[in-house]
Protein backbone atom coordinates (compact mmCIF):
# COMPACT_ATOMS: atom_id res chain seq x y z
CA UNK A 1 0.00 0.00 0.00
CA UNK A 2 3.06 2.38 0.25
CA UNK A 3 3.42 5.08 -2.50
CA UNK A 4 5.13 8.46 -3.32
CA UNK A 5 3.60 11.32 -5.02
CA UNK A 6 4.97 13.90 -7.35
CA UNK A 7 3.26 16.91 -7.20
CA UNK A 8 4.20 19.61 -9.53
CA UNK A 9 3.54 23.25 -8.11
CA UNK A 10 5.61 25.74 -10.44
CA UNK A 11 2.73 26.83 -12.80
CA UNK A 12 2.35 30.68 -13.18
CA UNK A 13 -1.93 30.22 -12.85
CA UNK A 14 -2.33 33.01 -15.22
CA UNK A 15 -6.37 32.05 -15.49
CA UNK A 16 -6.04 32.61 -11.64
CA UNK A 17 -5.16 35.92 -12.56
CA UNK A 18 -3.49 36.82 -9.02
CA UNK A 19 -0.26 37.57 -10.29
CA UNK A 20 1.57 34.86 -8.73
CA UNK A 21 1.64 31.32 -8.28
CA UNK A 22 -1.77 30.14 -7.30
CA UNK A 23 -0.86 27.27 -5.04
CA UNK A 24 1.09 30.18 -2.79
CA UNK A 25 -2.71 31.92 -2.38
CA UNK A 26 -4.21 31.57 0.88
CA UNK A 27 -7.26 29.45 1.63
CA UNK A 28 -9.28 29.76 4.69
CA UNK A 29 -6.14 30.50 6.24
CA UNK A 30 -3.43 28.81 4.79
CA UNK A 31 -1.65 28.35 1.38
CA UNK A 32 -3.54 26.09 -0.71
CA UNK A 33 -0.52 24.08 -1.54
CA UNK A 34 -0.34 23.43 2.41
CA UNK A 35 -3.87 22.03 2.32
CA UNK A 36 -2.74 19.73 -0.21
CA UNK A 37 0.64 18.49 1.32
CA UNK A 38 -1.66 17.85 4.35
CA UNK A 39 -3.74 15.18 2.70
CA UNK A 40 -0.22 13.38 1.86
CA UNK A 41 1.16 14.18 5.40
CA UNK A 42 -1.21 12.43 7.76
CA UNK A 43 -1.34 9.41 5.34
CA UNK A 44 0.50 6.95 6.67
CA UNK A 45 1.22 5.09 3.47
CA UNK A 46 2.43 8.11 1.65
CA UNK A 47 5.71 7.49 2.47
CA UNK A 48 7.84 10.44 0.50
CA UNK A 49 6.69 13.85 -1.51
CA UNK A 50 8.39 15.21 -4.15
CA UNK A 51 7.62 18.82 -4.98
CA UNK A 52 8.44 20.68 -8.44
CA UNK A 53 8.94 24.56 -8.21
CA UNK A 54 9.82 27.43 -9.89
CA UNK A 55 13.69 27.85 -9.00
CA UNK A 56 12.76 31.21 -7.83
CA UNK A 57 10.29 29.65 -5.32
CA UNK A 58 12.53 27.19 -3.65
CA UNK A 59 13.33 29.31 -0.87
CA UNK A 60 9.49 30.44 -0.32
CA UNK A 61 8.79 26.86 -0.27
CA UNK A 62 11.59 25.72 1.90
CA UNK A 63 10.27 28.16 4.43
CA UNK A 64 6.44 27.52 4.30
CA UNK A 65 7.19 23.54 4.74
CA UNK A 66 9.20 24.31 8.01
CA UNK A 67 6.34 26.85 9.24
CA UNK A 68 3.63 24.13 8.36
CA UNK A 69 5.49 21.41 9.82
CA UNK A 70 5.10 19.41 6.66
CA UNK A 71 7.48 16.58 7.13
CA UNK A 72 7.52 14.56 4.06
CA UNK A 73 8.54 16.43 1.80
CA UNK A 74 11.91 14.18 0.40
CA UNK A 75 13.10 16.45 -2.46
CA UNK A 76 12.28 19.31 -3.92
CA UNK A 77 12.46 18.96 -7.96
CA UNK A 78 13.14 22.29 -10.65
CA UNK A 79 9.45 22.83 -12.22
CA UNK A 80 10.04 22.87 -16.06
CA UNK A 81 7.85 25.20 -18.50
CA UNK A 82 5.15 22.93 -19.37
CA UNK A 83 3.47 20.64 -16.35
CA UNK A 84 4.94 17.27 -18.11
CA UNK A 85 8.54 18.64 -17.76
CA UNK A 86 7.88 19.35 -14.45
CA UNK A 87 6.63 15.66 -13.57
CA UNK A 88 9.34 14.38 -14.81
CA UNK A 89 11.76 16.27 -13.18
CA UNK A 90 9.81 15.00 -10.01
CA UNK A 91 10.38 11.67 -11.03
CA UNK A 92 13.81 11.59 -11.69
CA UNK A 93 14.62 12.47 -7.86
CA UNK A 94 12.25 9.58 -6.51
CA UNK A 95 14.19 7.28 -4.08
CA UNK A 96 15.40 3.49 -5.80
CA UNK A 97 13.18 1.99 -3.60
CA UNK A 98 9.88 3.86 -4.98
CA UNK A 99 8.12 1.41 -6.70
CA UNK A 100 3.83 3.16 -7.09
CA UNK A 101 4.33 6.37 -7.76
CA UNK A 102 1.12 9.25 -7.96
CA UNK A 103 1.05 12.36 -9.66
CA UNK A 104 -0.95 15.13 -8.10
CA UNK A 105 -2.16 18.80 -8.98
CA UNK A 106 -0.93 21.21 -6.10
CA UNK A 107 -4.19 23.33 -6.57
CA UNK A 108 -6.71 19.91 -5.28
CA UNK A 109 -6.94 20.23 -2.35
CA UNK A 110 -9.70 18.21 -1.66
CA UNK A 111 -8.54 14.24 -2.51
CA UNK A 112 -9.77 12.06 0.09
CA UNK A 113 -7.33 9.11 1.72
CA UNK A 114 -10.19 6.83 0.29
CA UNK A 115 -10.15 7.35 -3.04
CA UNK A 116 -6.24 7.34 -3.20
CA UNK A 117 -5.97 3.69 -1.87
CA UNK A 118 -8.39 2.26 -4.05
CA UNK A 119 -6.20 4.08 -6.41
CA UNK A 120 -2.98 2.89 -5.39
CA UNK A 121 -4.16 -0.85 -4.71
CA UNK A 122 -5.38 -0.66 -8.71
CA UNK A 123 -1.91 0.74 -9.69
CA UNK A 124 -0.45 -2.03 -8.09
CA UNK A 125 -2.61 -4.91 -9.53
CA UNK A 126 -2.62 -3.34 -13.12
CA UNK A 127 -0.09 -0.80 -13.51
CA UNK A 128 -1.72 2.31 -13.97
CA UNK A 129 -5.10 3.99 -12.70
CA UNK A 130 -6.96 7.41 -12.84
CA UNK A 131 -9.56 9.30 -10.42
CA UNK A 132 -12.23 10.46 -12.59
CA UNK A 133 -16.04 11.11 -12.11
CA UNK A 134 -19.04 10.44 -14.52
CA UNK A 135 -19.55 13.76 -16.42
CA UNK A 136 -22.81 15.07 -15.64
CA UNK A 137 -23.23 17.93 -18.50
CA UNK A 138 -25.01 17.04 -21.56
CA UNK A 139 -21.90 17.33 -23.95
CA UNK A 140 -22.58 18.39 -27.95
CA UNK A 141 -19.26 18.71 -30.71
CA UNK A 142 -19.46 22.11 -32.36
CA UNK A 143 -17.94 23.08 -35.91
CA UNK A 144 -18.05 27.16 -36.27
CA UNK A 145 -19.84 28.02 -33.76
CA UNK A 146 -22.83 25.12 -34.65
CA UNK A 147 -23.74 21.60 -32.71
CA UNK A 148 -22.47 18.81 -34.92
CA UNK A 149 -23.48 16.12 -32.76
CA UNK A 150 -24.57 15.27 -29.28
CA UNK A 151 -22.26 12.99 -27.09
CA UNK A 152 -23.43 10.11 -25.50
CA UNK A 153 -22.14 10.88 -21.96
CA UNK A 154 -22.89 7.55 -20.44
CA UNK A 155 -19.02 6.41 -21.28
CA UNK A 156 -17.66 10.05 -20.32
CA UNK A 157 -15.45 10.89 -17.67
CA UNK A 158 -14.28 13.77 -16.07
CA UNK A 159 -10.61 12.92 -15.09
CA UNK A 160 -8.83 14.35 -12.07
CA UNK A 161 -6.19 13.52 -10.28
CA UNK A 162 -3.78 11.57 -8.18
CA UNK A 163 -2.88 9.37 -11.25
CA UNK A 164 -1.39 6.38 -9.78
CA UNK A 165 1.23 4.27 -12.17
CA UNK A 166 3.91 1.66 -11.04
CA UNK A 167 7.09 3.68 -11.67
CA UNK A 168 8.84 1.86 -14.21
CA UNK A 169 5.05 1.93 -16.37
CA UNK A 170 4.86 6.37 -16.22
CA UNK A 171 8.89 6.76 -16.61
CA UNK A 172 9.09 4.44 -19.92
CA UNK A 173 5.94 6.70 -21.16
CA UNK A 174 7.70 9.90 -19.96
CA UNK A 175 10.65 8.51 -21.96
CA UNK A 176 9.00 7.78 -25.10
CA UNK A 177 7.13 11.16 -24.78
CA UNK A 178 10.48 13.19 -24.42
CA UNK A 179 12.00 11.05 -27.48
CA UNK A 180 9.10 11.94 -29.50
CA UNK A 181 8.99 15.74 -28.34
CA UNK A 182 4.79 15.12 -27.59
CA UNK A 183 2.95 16.87 -25.35
CA UNK A 184 0.33 15.08 -23.38
CA UNK A 185 -2.35 16.75 -21.35
CA UNK A 186 -1.89 14.19 -18.08
CA UNK A 187 0.15 11.50 -16.92
CA UNK A 188 -2.61 9.13 -18.41
CA UNK A 189 -2.24 10.11 -21.65
CA UNK A 190 1.09 9.66 -21.99
CA UNK A 191 0.53 5.90 -20.88
CA UNK A 192 -1.80 5.92 -23.19
CA UNK A 193 -0.54 6.07 -26.32
CA UNK A 194 2.38 3.21 -25.64
CA UNK A 195 -0.37 1.03 -25.30
CA UNK A 196 -0.79 0.41 -21.80
CA UNK A 197 -4.30 0.29 -20.44
CA UNK A 198 -5.70 2.66 -17.31
CA UNK A 199 -7.80 2.01 -14.94
CA UNK A 200 -10.94 4.44 -13.91
CA UNK A 201 -11.34 4.96 -10.30
CA UNK A 202 -14.12 6.80 -8.99
CA UNK A 203 -13.67 9.70 -7.18
CA UNK A 204 -16.23 12.51 -6.00
CA UNK A 205 -17.18 15.87 -6.87
CA UNK A 206 -15.46 17.79 -4.20
CA UNK A 207 -11.93 16.92 -6.03
CA UNK A 208 -12.26 19.87 -7.66
CA UNK A 209 -8.94 21.93 -9.09
CA UNK A 210 -8.58 25.16 -8.47
CA UNK A 211 -8.22 27.28 -11.63
CA UNK A 212 -10.25 30.51 -11.87
CA UNK A 213 -11.14 32.98 -9.04
CA UNK A 214 -14.90 31.43 -9.22
CA UNK A 215 -13.26 27.98 -7.78
CA UNK A 216 -12.16 29.39 -4.47
CA UNK A 217 -15.60 30.31 -3.45
CA UNK A 218 -16.77 26.34 -3.92
CA UNK A 219 -13.23 25.72 -2.15
CA UNK A 220 -14.17 27.43 0.79
CA UNK A 221 -17.83 25.75 0.55
CA UNK A 222 -16.62 22.53 0.16
CA UNK A 223 -14.55 23.13 3.33
CA UNK A 224 -17.39 24.40 5.25
CA UNK A 225 -19.54 21.53 4.43
CA UNK A 226 -16.43 19.49 6.17
CA UNK A 227 -16.16 21.11 9.07
CA UNK A 228 -19.77 21.01 9.75
CA UNK A 229 -19.66 17.14 8.89
CA UNK A 230 -16.74 16.95 11.94
CA UNK A 231 -18.90 18.43 14.62
Known amino acids: MDYYVVIPAAGKGKRMKAGMNKVL?????????????????????????????????RMEFKQLLTAHQITKVCALADGGKERQHSVYSGLKVLPPESDIVLVHDGAR??????????????????????????????????ESGAVSETVDRASLWSVQTPQAFQKAVLLAAQRK??????????????????????????????????????????????IAKRNESQV
Do not use: M, W
Request: net charge negative; glycine share 4%.
Open 25 to 57: LELEGRPLIIHTLAVFESDTFCKGIVLSVHPEE
Open 177 to 222: AEEEKFLGTDESSLVERTGYPVQIVESDYDNIKLTTPEDLYFARAI
Open 109 to 142: PFITKETITLLVESARNTGAAIAAVPVKDTIKKA
